[in-house]
Nanobody, 124 residues
Framework: QVQLVESGGGLVQAGDSLRLSCAAS????????MGWFRQAPGKERESVAA????????YYTDSVKGRFTISRDNAKNTVYLQMNSLKPEDTAVYYC?????????????????WGQGTQVTVSS
């Protein structure tokens, strides 16, 4: 059974940085793309970033390009989201997710296994 556990969220001020981690277990980690998603209060969940199993391919939503970096350590079965220059509009619950099949994608409906989420709050 695939399990994903996020950590690293917290309360920070605008301009600060945070690094989220997501530890995966239950299958061969390096074979599958991983994604970070977020859901702000009253809004739909949205894609933030995604990375292929080999880490060759990445995706970022426009609002985080140049500020967030997704990476993975396949030896540690962990994916990271480095978030710099945080803004109040980045406030959300952040989820990591993975696909049940190979290939690469970044849409919500392409991801099948989800973590429980970690809260990120950015104060102005």
């Amino acid at each position: 059974q695939v399990q994903l556990v996020e950590s690293g969220g917290g309360l920070v001020q605008a301009g600060d940085s945070l690094r989220l981690s997501c530890a995966a277990s239950g299958r061969t980690f390096s074979r599958y793309a991983m994604g970070w998603f977020r859901q702000a209060p009253g809004k739909e969940r949205e894609s933030v970033a995604a990375i292929s199993g080999s880490a060759i391919t990445t995706y970022y939503t426009d609002s985080v390009k140049g500020r967030f970096t997704i990476s993975r350590d396949n030896a540690k079965n962990t994916v990271y989201l480095q978030m710099n220059s945080l803004k109040p509009e980045d406030t959300a619950v952040y989820y990591c997710a993975t696909r049940s099949r190979g290939g690469f994608g970044y849409s919500l409906n392409e991801y099948d296994y989800w973590g429980q989420g970690t809260q990120v709050t950015v104060s102005s």
